[in-house]
């Protein structure tokens, strides 16, 4: 059976009109951006979501992202103010927010992010001596973000950090500068025995004078508890008004007193039977311990 030519031409025409409707259809994806350019030159910018073109005049380039994104550029080699030359990687973090200016702003926009990466780090570095670039990685990421930033903002990016990943000096300055950290280790190690070590000696020290002072101080109590029972037993003995037999017998007990004291003054009666002498021995005696044993508690005092 054959077709009509009219019923032949319809079927053509529709399929070519089924055709450029779905070329004239673009479905923009979130986060991404499309650039329409009509007979060669910028037309306009597509947004999310469901969007038209004319087929055949305008043309639809590959869809650009607007998510920020990260380049991991591999190791620069780069010579510090010391001449000591370093392999160092750099991490840049960028977002596109022109899609027009990233378009035609720039041929190959990675590659020339790259490159400038790779010489804003030398500029940079080239300032500093070794040991300045390995302690200020803050400041090194701050000025070559500020720089770069500036530098892409004609191509629609920009840069939100750049990070110094990794600082590889040659193998030599590593294991001088292991040395190093091990020598003020070391260092720091041998302070703080000596710091422990006069803690302690100044510790033991205070507690010999604390229990010094102690000592002294019931030394004192002692003597000053004896002289003041030494005292009281004198007083004693004179109220009771004893008889000839007991001072007779405290008589013989204060000679083996006064042999075995530190009395400076010793007097001994002729006759023990008088009981006045032996009183008056036995006073005086009594009396000059006692006095002895005030002296001894009057130094302890001023001690």
């Known amino acids: 059976m054959e077709l009509e030519p009219w019923l032949i031409a319809i079927i053509v025409i529709g399929a070519a009109l089924l055709v450029i409707f779905a070329l004239s259809i673009r479905i923009v994806k979130q986060g991404t951006a499309v650039i329409v350019e009509r007979l060669g030159k910028y037309h306009r910018t597509l947004g999310t979501g469901l969007r038209f073109i004319v087929p055949f005049i305008d043309r639809a380039l590959p869809m650009i992202s607007l998510k920020e994104q990260v380049a991991d550029f591999k190791p620069q080699p780069v010579i510090t103010k010391d001449n000591v030359t370093m392999q160092i990687?750099?991490?840049?973090?960028?977002?596109?927010?022109?899609?027009?200016?990233?378009?035609?702003?720039?041929?190959?926009?990675?590659?020339?992010?790259?490159?400038?990466?790779?010489?804003?780090?030398?500029?940079?570095?080239?300032?500093?001596?070794?040991?300045?670039?390995?302690?200020?990685?803050?400041?090194?990421?701050?000025?070559?973000?500020?720089?770069?930033?500036?530098?892409?903002?004609?191509?629609?990016?920009?840069?939100?950090?750049?990070?110094?990943?990794?600082?590889?000096?040659?193998?030599?300055?590593?294991?001088?500068?292991?040395?190093?950290?091990?020598?003020?280790?070391?260092?720091?190690?041998?302070?703080?025995?000596?710091?422990?070590?006069?803690?302690?000696?100044?510790?033991?020290?205070?507690?010999?004078?604390?229990?010094?002072?102690?000592?002294?101080?019931?030394?004192?109590?002692?003597?000053?508890?004896?002289?003041?029972?030494?005292?009281?037993?004198?007083?004693?003995?004179?109220?009771?008004?004893?008889?000839?037999?007991?001072?007779?017998?405290?008589?013989y007990e204060a000679l083996k007193v006064m042999a075995n004291g530190e009395a400076t003054k010793i007097i001994v009666p002729n006759d023990l039977a008088n009981v006045a002498t032996l009183f008056t021995t036995i006073k005086e005696t009594l009396g000059q311990n006692n006095s002895t044993a005030d002296k001894k508690a009057t130094k302890t005092k001023q001690k």
Request: aromatic share 4%; charged share 35%.
């Open 89 to 251: 990687d750099s991490v840049v973090f960028f977002q596109i927010v022109d899609p027009k200016l990233y378009s035609y702003g720039i041929e190959r926009p990675m590659s020339a992010i790259e490159n400038l990466t790779a010489t804003t780090l030398r500029n940079i570095v080239g300032e500093l001596e070794l040991d300045e670039t390995l302690s200020s990685r803050d400041t090194v990421n701050t000025k070559m973000r500020e720089i770069i930033d500036t530098a892409t903002d004609p191509w629609g990016i920009k840069v939100n950090r750049v990070e110094l990943k990794n600082i590889l000096p040659p193998a030599a300055i590593q294991e001088s500068m292991e040395k190093q950290m091990r020598a003020e280790r070391e260092r720091r190690e041998n302070i703080l025995l000596a710091e422990g070590e006069k803690r302690s000696k100044i510790l033991v020290a205070e507690g010999e004078k604390e229990a010094e002072i102690l000592r002294a101080e019931a030394r004192k109590i002692a003597l000053l508890t004896e002289a003041e029972g030494q005292k009281c037993a004198i007083e004693k003995i004179m109220e009771a008004k004893p008889d000839a037999s007991y001072l007779t017998l405290q008589g």
